[in-house]
């Protein structure tokens, strides 16, 4: 079984979404809190609230969320059999290394969604944050930009190349986060994608050009 890890990321997250559920002092000492972060140096909570969720809802939609592209994603990272198959002229990286890159963008995104709070919210003692939702879009996206053209279903239901899901999903997030209104943090999920993306672009360049020569040789 070689999507080991995403089971481990979904196990530990549901254990202690659950755990929290029902325990107020593990919420508060795990929840993204910027001006804790910034005023008492707890950096480990830019990443610990990716293991937080706010209900059963959210917990379920990004778990499966992340469970549909990561299982798919981690198979094509970690196994050389998959990943010569679809990428037949680049050099596996090993699957250790597959492993490791895997993790890294699950985490990378986990950061880098943090950044809109951090900038807005480090002098707001009031200002929290839950749930695995940027790391979650950077997965998405790196799935996107690797496969531009297969097939995926946006709302669960909706077929389209994943290249239109991508323009769909900053499309959403842009408009959701300039109408305002909700207390969904929409540009962590803009910048965990954005996170994705970079992740993607540093570890193998040559997936952002394919990315535009796919889609262009798609509409030949």
Known sequence: MTEIVTYVI???TVLVSIMAFNNA???QQLI???YTVKHSKQYYRILSHTLLH????HLAFNMYTFYSFGTFLEIVFSNPN???RFFPDHQFWGIQVGYLYFILLYLVGAVVASLPAMRKHSDNISYNAVGASGAVSAVIM????MFPTLEIRMFFAIPMPAYVGALIFFGIEHYLQRRGGTNVAHDA???GALG???FIAIIQPSFIVEFFTKIIASWM
Do not use: E, K, R
């Open 189 to 191: 999920h803009i910048y």
């Open 54 to 57: 706010a209900d059963w809802t």
């Open 10 to 12: 979904i196990g530990v």
């Open 82 to 84: 998959v990943f010569q």
């Open 25 to 27: 002092s593990l919420y």
């Open 142 to 145: 790196a799935f996107m930009i």
């Open 32 to 34: 993204f809190n910027p």
């Open 196 to 198: 994705g993306i970079v």
